[in-house]
């Protein structure tokens, strides 16, 4: 017989307090197999080394649209182990990235790579939190000055 979860609820403003989190980016991310030309309906489209991307804005809210662009890359290996695609990660904003990673490693909460942030594709500052430390998610973290 399955064993009942307790959950603690806990607060948005729990949650920006001990994490520094400014709000929802509003932005899914979702990796599409080559195969399934996903992106080349879509105009506008970004590469970054190893992975091919698209935007779909949805007025609120943006989707972006990941493909591998050569077999070693992160998101062919997701694919390897989700072979139709699905969602690689969620963002949230940050207000600031070095108070929000400091706050999350001292509460024992990994950023992955190096622990320092880099640049996505509008030159705003990322990072990724380990999905064994967020519920299995993967989070990534952007800072809007």
Not at 50 to 55: H, I, N
Not at 102 to 113: A, E, W, Y
């Amino acid at each position: 017989m399955p064993t009942a979860i307790a959950w603690a609820p806990i607060s948005w403003s729990m949650a920006r307090a001990a994490w520094s989190i400014s709000r929802l980016r509003r932005l899914i991310c979702i990796c599409c197999p080559p195969e399934r030309k996903w992106l080349s309906i879509i105009a506008a489209t970004f590469a970054t080394p190893g992975v091919r991307l698209a935007y779909i804005d949805c007025g609120n809210a943006k989707i972006e649209l990941m493909e591998p662009s050569r077999s070693d890359s992160p998101i062919a290996k997701f694919l390897e182990k989700n072979p139709k695609g699905g969602i690689h990660h969620f963002s949230f904003s940050v207000d600031s990235m070095d108070d929000t990673t400091k706050s999350l490693g001292d509460r024992g909460v990994r950023v992955l790579g190096d622990g320092k942030p880099k640049l996505n594709v509008s030159g705003e500052r990322i990072a990724f939190i380990h999905p064994a430390d967020f519920l299995g998610a993967l989070v990534e973290l952007e800072e809007h000055k």
